[in-house]
């Protein structure tokens, strides 16, 4: 029986009457049985008290949340659920569903909007904080349950934690954290506004103790150590991408995992589809019994580490720092390469908070009686302890009792920041630090506030003088908040976005002259302007639809490792140029200063946003950035595998995928049908289905989130293999095929790919784009083209025209002609013919050939086999 069956049975008229129900569901329905911390967390919100669960990692603050839910349900009030990111919320408003039914339960992400007056709502911070500043009842909810609470002191998001905090007097929290520090002040001030007793849940020890060590001894040792004595699975924690998959690499020539292990690992993988680049790594490193995890990789491979660590077939996971927020890998040990990071600005130690939530992750309830966390010593120290050993190795076999001569040190590289065993005891000795207010006020939050309603001035007054001066801010802070608050109500009204009026009784009140936006404040707040700077632009334009694009990508976050990327490449090709054009080394270097990644349209967009934020103060909370990602894919003609490589992101493909789901969604999402032209439409159905055939799970998350299912979901999680047998859950595959019209683009573009290759005549690049998809022909690289053939085959070509054209009447559809008869596809394929522009326009050259569709549906993209370049008949 889930928790709604029993909420709908009957009423509890005592409060301990509502906790002996749940303390009863959690032993039948789960097989848990309360720790004391659990007991005295749910029993403190039954009585009423708001509860600041800070326990550590594997005490069950989850169960604890769901008590006070149960709670809140059964005294008919509405609770809301919080987490500082979309995945946890979603993940949570399934596992909700599952335990208090459909109806009870909705979400709100920004992203999508589901059963939203439910009395359990899941949401993220912002939207919460959002919600307390433009309602005054925030939606009805009475008590809120905030995950990962220490996101309170995050710089650019912590404002969102404490905005509840400042704003609903009548709610009862449940805050929670394994790493909050000294909380006594807050847990004052959490009863001093809301008039609740605060229970303070602190200094519980774990169910799985931990132990600490400093090891002066190599990766490869310290692993081979581990899973001797089998103390894994082992996490290796580093602080950058590249250093974990570099050092997985590394620990593939140890063994593992004995044969039998192997083979029950590839009996788990199976048929999984591995794609080239990073695939092949991966596919060789957990095969091996060990993993990657990062945020860099495709989701589908992420999932496949997952799965397989919970079903224990790896021993070692060598990941980043975050070890994956909310994911339930089972580790056995934690071990922490270095004690230092790069925080974005500057080489520094890591604070206490991030050590205890990275040693946190180590030991298992229920399957381990331990956890270790062992921190290595820097490589300098671990070389210098090697040489010293070795000298005193050879003094003792010299004999005699001479005395070792002393080994030559190893000197730290430059600007290192040294931690050693001490360090290592000061973090475990240490307590998280106390959590820091991160307030800031917007032209979002004072719109917020004054969109009540009808707001007597001096209670919009009011409000805004407790989220400054009621603030968790230090004094010089807090006034230097109420200097921009005024600046920014100066500023609206001087727009004439709010207006001061007095009522029929002379009170003096605040009325907005337009209406905000509904989620204006929330994923893509810029995107009412995509809508005016698209009215600007003209559709008969050959650039219609790449204009709309990069309006669209400019109201996007940026994905800086592809800039980086761009920028890297487009300052390589024009220091090349500069030096062909005999320009000196200075003036080379001051130019190089402005070349930057693609930015198109930025004269447009800057005008244009510059005009609109007149109109539409609250958008300077927000940074237009032009860019071209998807723009830059569509002009080079490029696919997935074609981006990755160009740019050297290999290990980084989970970024690029994550940036271009997002870019489709806010394409197909808010370019209104009115302004979809057919090519637009066209390549919104390819962008669409180039995401899903590299990784269909992020559409198919923002699709079953649209339209969710429960019993669907479910059942997916239950295919997760948790200690069962089998194939890992692949992901599903679907047919390149199913989307013709996205087919049809992809192919024009694997086409225009050669044409743009044989129009700079790059006959390397044309056969490699020939022998691309060899494997899936068979290997039959000698039916295609190779170099020497397209030589011979464009030196005719050259003969007759001085260039091939590639601008945009070069692209035209009507270029293309695809035999898709019935005898052509009985053959299994679709024949084609490309013409070539030439400058005369006499269009009587051309490539031909023919696109295997079983390969193509094998590769998730069209492969092209050509047969002929020449005169056409």
């Known amino acids: 029986m889930n928790l709604g069956s029993i909420l709908d049975a009957g009423s509890f008229d005592e409060a301990d009457e509502a906790f002996a129900a749940f303390e009863e569901w959690a032993w039948e329905d789960r097989g848990l049985r309360l720790y004391p911390a659990q007991e005295e967390a749910i029993l403190g919100i039954a009585l009423g008290s708001n509860v600041i669960l800070a326990t550590p990692t594997g005490t069950g603050k989850s169960l604890v949340a769901m008590g006070a839910h149960f709670i809140a349900l059964a005294e008919g009030r509405r609770t809301v659920y919080t987490a500082p990111i979309k995945a946890l919320v979603s993940e949570k408003f399934f596992d909700l569903v599952e335990v208090f039914g459909a109806e009870n339960v909705g979400m709100v992400t920004g992203d999508t909007s589901i059963n939203s007056e439910a009395p359990i709502l899941c949401c993220t911070a912002e939207i919460l904080a959002n919600l307390a500043i433009r309602d005054r009842t925030a939606g009805g909810v009475t008590q809120v349950v905030m995950d990962e609470f220490h996101f309170y002191a995050e710089p650019e998001r912590g404002w969102a934690w404490q905005v509840p905090l400042l704003l609903m007097h009548e709610a009862q929290f449940l805050l929670m954290s394994a790493t909050l520090g000294d909380v006594t002040e807050l847990a004052a001030d959490l009863t001093r506004r809301t008039g609740r007793d605060t229970a303070l849940v602190t200094g519980v020890e774990r169910p799985v103790p931990l132990s600490f060590a400093y090891r002066v001894a190599p990766v490869h040792e310290v692993v081979e150590q581990l899973v001797e004595d089998r103390e894994t699975p082992a996490y290796l924690v580093h602080f950058n991408q590249s250093h974990a998959v570099e050092q997985a690499q590394a620990l593939a020539s140890i063994r593992i995992v004995d044969r039998a292990g192997r083979d029950e690992i590839a009996e788990a993988i199976g048929g999984f589809r591995f794609s080239t680049g990073f695939g092949t790594t991966l596919s060789r490193l957990v095969r091996g019994g060990i993993g990657v995890h990062h945020a860099g990789m495709l989701p589908r491979y992420r999932r496949l580490v997952e799965q397989l660590a919970q079903r224990g077939l790896l021993r070692v996971i060598c990941g980043t720092d975050t070890l994956g927020v909310g994911i339930n890998v089972p580790i056995r040990t934690v071990v922490i390469t270095a004690l230092t990071?790069?925080?974005?600005?500057?080489?520094?130690?890591?604070?206490?908070?991030?050590?205890?939530?990275?040693?946190?992750?180590?030991?298992?309830?229920?399957?381990?009686?331990?956890?270790?966390?062992?921190?290595?010593?820097?490589?300098?120290?671990?070389?210098?302890?090697?040489?010293?050993?070795?000298?005193?190795?050879?003094?003792?076999?010299?004999?005699?009792?001479?005395?070792?001569?002393?080994?030559?040190?190893?000197?730290?590289?430059?600007?290192?920041?040294?931690?050693?065993?001490?360090?290592?005891?000061?973090?475990?000795?240490?307590?998280?630090?106390?959590?820091?207010?991160?307030?800031?006020?917007?032209?979002?939050?004072?719109?917020?506030?004054?969109?009540?309603?009808?707001?007597?001035?001096?209670?919009?007054?009011?409000?805004?003088?407790?989220?400054?001066?009621?603030?968790?801010?230090?004094?010089?802070?807090?006034?230097?908040?109420?200097?921009?608050?005024?600046?920014?109500?100066?500023?609206?009204?001087?727009?004439?976005?709010?207006?001061?009026?007095?009522?029929?009784?002379?009170?003096?009140?605040?009325?907005?002259?337009?209406?905000?936006?509904?989620?204006?404040?929330?994923?893509?707040?810029?995107?009412?302007?995509?809508?005016?700077?698209?009215?600007?632009?003209?559709?008969?334009?050959?650039?219609?639809?790449?204009?709309?694009?990069?309006?669209?990508?400019?109201?996007?976050?940026?994905?800086?490792?592809?800039?980086?990327?761009?920028?890297?490449?487009?300052?390589?090709?024009?220091?090349?140029?500069?030096?062909?054009?005999?320009?000196?080394?200075?003036?080379?270097?001051?130019?190089?200063?402005?070349?930057?990644?693609?930015?198109?349209?930025?004269?447009?967009?800057?005008?244009?946003?510059?005009?609109?934020?007149?109109?539409?103060?609250?958008?300077?909370?927000?940074?237009?950035?032009?860019?071209?990602?998807?723009?830059?894919?569509?002009?080079?003609?490029?696919?997935?595998?074609?981006?990755?490589?160009?740019?050297?992101?290999?290990?980084?493909?989970?970024?690029?995928?994550?940036?271009?789901?997002?870019?489709?969604?806010?394409?197909?999402?808010?370019?209104?049908?009115?302004?979809?032209?057919?090519?637009?439409?066209?390549?919104?159905?390819?962008?669409?289905?180039?995401?899903?055939?590299?990784?269909?799970?992020?559409?198919?998350?923002?699709?079953?989130?649209?339209?969710?299912?429960?019993?669907?979901?479910?059942?997916?999680?239950?295919?997760?293999?948790?200690?069962?047998?089998?194939?890992?859950?692949?992901?599903?595959?679907?047919?390149?095929?199913?989307?013709?019209?996205?087919?049809?683009?992809?192919?024009?573009?694997?086409?225009?790919?050669?044409v743009q290759a044989a129009a700079f005549e790059r006959y390397d690049e044309l056969a490699e784009l020939d022998g691309q998809h060899a494997a899936a022909l068979g290997?039959?690289?000698?039916?295609?083209?190779?170099?020497?053939?397209?030589?011979?085959?464009?030196?005719?070509?050259?003969?007759?025209?001085?260039?091939?054209?590639?601008?945009?009447?070069?692209?035209?559809?009507?270029?293309?002609?695809?035999?898709?008869?019935?005898?052509?596809?009985?053959?299994?394929?679709?024949?084609?013919r490309q013409v070539l522009l030439d400058p005369q326009g006499d269009r009587d050259w051309g490539i031909e050939g023919a696109v295997d569709l079983a390969a193509s549906e094998a590769e998730g993209e069209p492969v092209v086999r050509v047969e002929r370049v020449g005169p056409l008949s």
């Open 341 to 754: 990071k790069f925080d974005g600005e500057k080489m520094r130690r890591l604070s206490a908070r991030e050590f205890h939530q990275i040693a946190g992750r180590a030991g298992r309830a229920g399957f381990d009686t331990e956890g270790d966390v062992i921190a290595l010593a820097p490589e300098h120290e671990i070389e210098n302890a090697k040489a010293s050993a070795k000298a005193a190795a050879k003094a003792a076999g010299a004999g005699g009792g001479k005395k070792a001569k002393p080994a030559k040190k190893k000197a730290p590289p430059q600007g290192f920041i040294a931690w050693s065993e001490q360090t290592l005891e000061k973090l475990v000795a240490a307590q998280p630090e106390p959590l820091v207010s991160r307030m800031r006020v917007t032209h979002a939050m004072v719109l917020g506030v004054i969109g009540r309603g009808e707001e007597h001035e001096g209670e919009a007054l009011a409000t805004m003088r407790t989220l400054v001066f009621d603030s968790h801010e230090p004094r010089a802070a807090q006034y230097a908040h109420a200097r921009t608050a005024i600046e920014i109500f100066r500023t609206l009204r001087r727009g004439g976005i709010v207006e001061v009026h007095e009522d029929a009784r002379g009170e003096r009140r605040l009325r907005l002259t337009v209406e905000l936006q509904a989620n204006f404040a929330l994923n893509q707040p810029l995107s009412p302007f995509a809508l005016a700077a698209i009215e600007l632009l003209d559709p008969e334009s050959v650039d219609y639809a790449l204009d709309v694009i990069s309006i669209i990508e400019a109201t996007l976050e940026n994905p800086r490792a592809i800039l980086r990327a761009q920028e890297h490449r487009a300052r390589g090709e024009a220091v090349a140029a500069m030096k062909a054009e005999g320009i000196e080394y200075d003036e080379r270097m001051e130019r190089l200063e402005e070349v930057t990644h693609p930015q198109p349209l930025k004269g447009l967009l800057d005008e244009a946003f510059h005009e609109y934020a007149r109109e539409v103060p609250w958008a300077r909370d927000y940074e237009l950035r032009p860019k071209s990602v998807v723009r830059d894919m569509i002009e080079r003609a490029f696919g997935f595998r074609d981006l990755v490589s160009f740019y050297q992101l290999g290990r980084a493909e989970g970024t690029v995928l994550r940036y271009l789901s997002d870019a489709y969604r806010a394409i197909e999402r808010t370019v209104p049908e009115h302004s979809k032209t057919p090519e637009l439409e066209e390549l919104i159905d390819w962008l669409g289905e180039l995401v899903r055939q590299v990784d269909s799970s992020l559409i198919d998350e923002w699709e079953e989130l649209a339209h969710p299912d429960p019993e669907a979901h479910r059942r997916a999680r239950e295919l997760l293999g948790l200690g069962g047998e089998g194939e890992v859950a692949a992901p599903p595959t679907r047919s390149v095929l199913t989307n013709q019209r996205a087919f049809l683009v992809m192919l024009r573009n694997a086409l225009f790919r050669r």
């Open 779 to 832: 290997g039959a690289t000698a039916s295609g083209f190779g170099e020497q053939r397209w030589r011979d085959a464009l030196a005719g070509y050259f003969t007759e025209y001085d260039e091939i054209r590639i601008d945009a009447d070069a692209r035209a559809p009507g270029l293309l002609e695809i035999d898709r008869g019935a005898e052509a596809v009985a053959a299994g394929v679709w024949r084609f």
